[in-house]
């Protein structure tokens, strides 16, 4: 078993560590005795259970011995074995290590003798029954206290040891584990749910985006159905970016070094990017990772007064990151990307209203999407990290400032040490995804550093230099991360102005296709995204086609429509459906369009 670090050393109290930890035990036992020669690596308590790496040498084990493990673990909570601490001289301790061939274990206790962590020089041990484990605890009293049913065995993956690739390839058993056997039923039904609106699943079903091995990994193309989503946000932005008063520009992605030397990307943020490549004769590009030293750029190109303050410059602009490839998943974690991306140029007394404004664009754009699950994080620096620009006095006035910002407007948040970006403190907006877990989905950071790497001035009423501060501010996020949450949070049924597909018409036959395209070419010259189900499937599979794309709204013609001019109008989320002339349905579906009105949630009624 692993030892303890700082981080888990508050977890060890609970009774649930305690039992998820004793089950790793339980379960190592149960391969044993399966696989005596298996050699043991570490085993630990996780967020949703246990797990335990192997080594079976050449006869790797499979999902279809889990069932037998499993029974193998519950005979031994059945006969409610106790753990038994002792501990043992390093010496002693590696012998018997030897002695059962622990390879793993053996390079281990070095380790902890080496760093000092060895108690009085001992190595504890716990032995529960037959089965005996270097580990330090700690445990439940005996077997017999794992409740009813409360695990289960889960699946199994590689995993290097020490997650190092240059180490031997290992088998982990990974296990769910809960309090009772009704909170691993609920949480099975959570994951359920999960996996069937996984942005991943739903973007290939539903023709959003797709990966490509020779595009590379993390680089997601985006479909046309997907690239509608994306246009429509963007036009969103635009709109109301224009009415906060900013202006749009459009800079490259690819820039000299020069310009992150100065801007302190490349010695703070360098990791996170492309290396970078030689272009021309001694001169090295990067792909930028962020929009900022552009648009810094922009607002140095000229002398700025006090008066034409604040300058707000918006680009919804591709960065480039690299992440390393076993931390890419789906649009989640990409290595391109397009962001909702601007800089606020202002005074220091201009500061809190420009706040203040970027906050109150955050609560109506999350409060319109219905993304209520999230949670307002100020982030600060730390000052034993070498990750933050160095200026204690800066630091502590800019975070008295966005605290401030955030009591006056009543947001509720949480202090978090470490997690500013290097150049100033920041807001993030936490947002939980359907398994609960906890993701940054765009961020609002006060910047008093690049003012000054920039040499960025203003000139003031009394006709003398100053240094504004900058805002960097992304409500959107980026495109992939703010789908791939729209994506699971609505199940893939987008509202009508979002929808790739707005109305889908359906013919009860072909005598009525004339009436059809009639309204098909009247919708697109109203510019709504509409198609004819032209399809010989019957009508009953055509409206059920029609709901598994997820399209908003579904128009049946009939004969007596087409005899009115009218359309029976039955809306995704809803099970009623109602007639109405072709004119007001239209009108209608305008207003749901133009105003955003989010019609994927039932509680929205048609404005008819
Ligand atoms: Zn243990
Ligand atoms: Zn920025």
Redesign the pocket.
């Known amino acids: 078993m692993n030892n303890s670090s700082v981080a888990t050393a508050e977890k060890k109290e609970t009774a649930l560590y305690r039992m998820r930890h004793s089950l790793s035990h339980l379960l190592a036992a149960a391969v044993l005795e399966i696989r005596p020669d298996a050699k043991l690596a570490f085993g630990l308590p996780v967020e949703n259970g246990f797990y335990y790496d192997f080594d079976f040498g050449d006869t790797p084990i499979g999902e279809a011995d889990l069932t037998d493990i499993e029974n193998r673990m519950n005979a031994l909570i059945k006969k409610r074995i106790p753990f038994v601490r002792s501990e043992m001289p390093l010496d002693e301790a590696l012998a018997h290590l030897e002695k059962g061939g622990e390879v793993y274990k053996m390079e281990y206790a070095r380790e902890l003798e080496e760093k000092g962590f060895a108690e009085n020089g001992n190595i504890s041990f716990y032995t529960m029954g037959d089965f005996i484990d270097m580990c330090e605890g700690p445990h439940l009293e005996h077997t017999g206290e794992v409740p009813k049913k409360s695990f289960k065995l889960d699946r199994i993956s590689g995993s290097y040891w020490r997650g190092d690739e240059t180490r031997p390839m290992l088998t982990r058993i990974y296990g769910l584990a809960f309090e009772s056997g009704a909170e691993l039923k609920e949480y099975l039904e959570m994951r359920k749910r999960a996996m069937e609106r996984d942005h991943r699943k739903l973007g290939d079903e539903l023709d959003l985006f797709i990966q490509d091995p020779e595009v590379g990994v993390g680089l997601p193309l985006w479909m046309p159905n997907g690239t509608i989503i994306r246009d429509e946000l963007e036009k969103w932005a635009r709109e109301t970016e224009f009415l906060g008063g900013y202006q749009r520009v459009s800079t490259p992605s690819v820039t000299r070094k020069e310009l992150y030397i100065r801007s302190g990307h490349v010695p703070y943020y360098e990791d996170s990017m492309y290396p970078s490549m030689p272009v021309d004769e001694h001169d090295d590009y990067y792909l930028r990772p962020?929009?900022?030293p552009h648009h810094h750029k922009i607002y140095a190109s000229r002398l700025r007064s006090y008066r034409e303050l604040p300058v707000r410059l918006c680009e919804y602009g591709d960065v480039f990151r690299y992440e390393k490839h076993g931390s890419l998943s789906g649009l989640l974690r990409v290595r391109a990307m397009c962001m909702n991306?601007a800089?606020i140029y202002c005074t220091p007394e201009q500061v809190e209203e420009e706040f203040r404004a970027v906050i109150d664009m955050y609560l109506m754009y999350y409060g319109h999407l219905r993304m209520g699950n999230f949670r307002v994080r100020l982030s600060l620096h730390d000052k034993s990290s070498d990750k933050f620009v160095d200026n204690y006095e800066e630091w502590e006035r800019t975070e008295a400032i966005v605290r401030n910002v955030l009591d006056n407007l009543g947001v509720t948040y949480e202090e978090e040490s470490g997690e500013a970006a290097f150049y100033g403190p920041k807001v993030d907006i936490q947002v939980k995804n359907l398994m609960g877990r906890e993701e940054t989905v765009s961020t609002c950071?006060l910047d008093f550093v690049m003012p000054e790497r920039f040499d960025l001035t203003y000139v003031d009423a009394q006709g003398e230099k100053q240094r504004p501060f900058i805002l960097?501010r992304a409500p959107l996020s980026t495109h992939e991360r703010m789908i791939s949450f729209l994506i699971e949070l609505y199940g893939g049924a987008f509202p009508t102005w979002m929808a790739p597909e707005q109305v889908r018409l359906v013919p009860v036959n072909d005598e009525v296709m004339p009436y059809a395209q009639e309204l098909e070419e009247k919708l697109r010259n109203a510019f709504v995204r509409a198609e004819i189900d032209t399809s010989s499937e019957s009508f009953n599979k055509k409206i059920r086609n029609a709901i598994t794309r997820k399209i908003p709204n579904i128009w049946i013609l009939g004969k007596q429509e087409q005899e009115s001019g009218s359309v029976t109008w039955r809306r995704y989320a809803v099970k009623e459906q109602q007639s109405v002339s072709f004119d007001r349905a239209l009108e209608a579906l305008e207003t749901l369009r133009d105003k955003r009105m989010m019609d994927n949630f039932a509680d929205v009624d048609l404005p008819l």
Do not use: N, Y
Request: aromatic share 0%.
């Open positions: 962020m929009c900022c991306d800089h950071q960097h």
